[in-house]
């Protein structure tokens, strides 16, 4: 019978723990991958890139798409101006300091050319005599497609510059009608000139810097238009008595082409 004080004998089994070398797993893990990628890329040089059935169509390439992505981005931010002349409106890079000589216009023959003058500055016998040969003025004599074309082109414009000068869209449109025949007047597909005398003698790169340097004329000569602004109406009346135009029935004018292209919208 063993001694209550002896040692009690051993157990045995295998007492050694479970241990992992993550040195070495993470080297092998590291040697696979490379691997992988050294295969794929091995996979990508041997492969042949064949564009798609409409790109070969078109024979676009990615260099033209990217070319087309920039201009489709240039377009949707700024509005560009362009004319047949290479101009149409825009809001376009630029500024005009709204200076500009009051001289007469470029002598428009067309039946809605206004012959407006700047008060105090003398007229030609040979403008006075081209006016003079000008059929009646009718507002039926504007072409319908072409006026419809302009509003839409230039309405935004319109009513930007009623917001920051107090100029009323239906107003300004009219006279930018008047004046240009729709756009279609010979200065204003040569030099985007759009109104006439008021902003005749220079060249605008493009027709929104015309229109912008027409409302600074304005604001700066009829200051007294301003409190006028409640209604286009009110508005044209008012211009009609200053010396913006020595055209009599420019108020009659400028209503009836409000009045016959309902551009009391705007």
């Not at 676009?60 to 362009?82: E, N, P, Y």
């Not at 508005?235 to 010396?243: D, F, N």
């Amino acid at each position: 019978m063993p001694s209550p004080s002896s040692t009690p004998a051993p157990r045995r089994g295998n007492n050694n723990a479970i241990s992992i070398d993550w040195n070495l797993l993470w080297r092998r893990l590291l040697a696979r991958i490379s691997q992988l990628f050294t295969s794929l890329r091995h996979k990508a040089g041997q492969t042949e890139y064949i564009p798609p059935v409409w790109m070969q169509h078109f024979r676009l390439s990615w260099f033209r798409l990217g070319l087309m992505a920039i201009a489709a981005f240039i377009f949707t931010q700024k509005q560009v101006d362009f004319t047949l002349s290479v101009g149409k409106e825009g809001f376009a890079i630029g500024k005009s300091d709204g200076r500009h000589s009051a001289v007469k216009g470029d002598g428009q023959t067309s039946s809605s050319t206004s012959t407006a003058s700047i008060s105090g500055m003398p007229v030609s016998n040979k403008q006075i005599s081209t006016a003079t040969t000008n059929t009646a003025w009718d507002v039926n004599n504007l072409d319908a497609a072409q006026v419809r074309a302009y509003v839409n082109r230039f309405e935004k414009v319109a009513q930007g510059e009623e917001q920051k000068f107090n100029i009323p869209a239906p107003a300004a449109m009219a006279l930018a009608i008047l004046n240009s025949d729709a756009g279609q007047g010979t200065s204003a597909k040569r030099d985007n000139n759009h109104f006439g005398t008021i902003t005749s003698g220079r060249y605008f790169e493009n027709a929104w810097m015309n229109w912008r340097a027409h409302s600074e004329v304005v604001n700066k000569r009829f200051p007294e238009l301003a409190d006028n602004a409640v209604n286009y109406q009110q508005w044209v009346a008012a211009l009609a008595k200053t010396s913006y135009s020595s055209d009599r029935q420019l108020a009659d004018k400028l209503m009836d082409i409000v009045e016959r292209f309902n551009l009391d919208r705007l």
